[in-house]
Nanobody, 121 residues
């Protein structure tokens, strides 16, 4: 069955970097758009970045220029490189699959379990 497994979270000081990974199982990974999302305590979940099947990316304004989403279709893995981290980036980070194979529907049907990122000042 479809499964998404995140890793790479941790605790860093402001200005530091982390790289999140999301391993995908149980489907043709290269045929689906993917996204990273985050949710901080007491806040709604927000989109961070998305990537389509040809590698075109979009970013939330708050992370543009600091975060980079990428995908390795040979490894069935999604990445989020996070640089210049700020305390406001502290959240649980999730990867998700867009249900519509081949393009975006912006309906995300499968989610990972999340990986915690904590940035201290």
């Amino acid at each position: 069955q479809v499964q998404l497994v995140e890793s790479g979270g941790g605790s860093v000081q402001a200005g530091g970097s982390l790289r999140l990974s999301c391993a995908a199982y149980g489907y043709t990974y290269s045929s689906y758009c993917m996204g990273w999302f985050r949710q901080a305590p007491g806040k709604e979940r927000e989109g961070v970045a998305t990537i389509d099947i040809v590698g075109k990316t979009t970013y939330a304004g708050s992370v543009k220029g600091r975060f980079t989403i990428s995908r390795d279709n040979a490894k069935n893995t999604l990445y989020l490189q996070m640089n210049s981290l700020k305390p406001e980036d502290t959240a649980m980070y999730y990867c998700a699959r867009d249900w519509y194979g081949g393009g975006y529907s912006y309906n995300w049907d499968y989610w990972g379990q999340g990986t915690q990122v904590t940035v201290s000042s």
